[in-house]
């Protein structure tokens, strides 16, 4: 079993920046990642990031302004968001893979990001 723990989301003006933790317990495993959910709309992919080697990975509409970055020391696992935008807003969920592949085997409890115009 994976427990996974998010804070740091929050309201913020459009421009701005926010950043989001994901503090993992259990059996170690190996990559996360963060996924958003936007009201009406289906849950999407944002970043990943290998344990191991530290490989990340972004969907298109946040390159250049999120980065993912880990800590093997605390198994937490981060999401630095800069140069906000309204349609950034979303209910942002951390997962954990246990293995290389497509399935992600546990999630958190996700945390609001809400970002006003």
């Known amino acids: 079993q994976v427990q996974l723990v998010e804070s740091g989301g929050g309201l913020v003006q459009a421009g701005g920046s926010l950043r989001l933790s994901c503090a993992a317990s259990?059996?170690?495993?190996?990559?996360m990642g963060w996924f958003r959910r936007a009201p009406g709309w289906e849950r999407e992919f944002v970043a990943t990031?290998?344990?191991?080697?530290?490989?990340?990975d972004y969907a298109d509409s946040v390159k250049g302004r999120f980065t993912i970055s880990r800590d093997n020391v605390k198994n937490t696992v981060y999401l630095e968001m800069n140069s906000l935008k309204p349609e950034d807003t979303a209910v942002y969920y951390c997962?954990?893979?246990?293995?290389?592949?497509?399935?992600?085997?546990?999630w958190g409890q996700g945390t609001q990001v809400t970002v006003s115009s």
């Open positions: 259990g059996r170690t495993s190996y990559a």
């Open positions: 990031i290998t344990w191991s080697i530290g490989n990340t």
């Open positions: 997962a954990t893979k246990l293995r290389q592949g497509p399935l992600w085997d546990y």
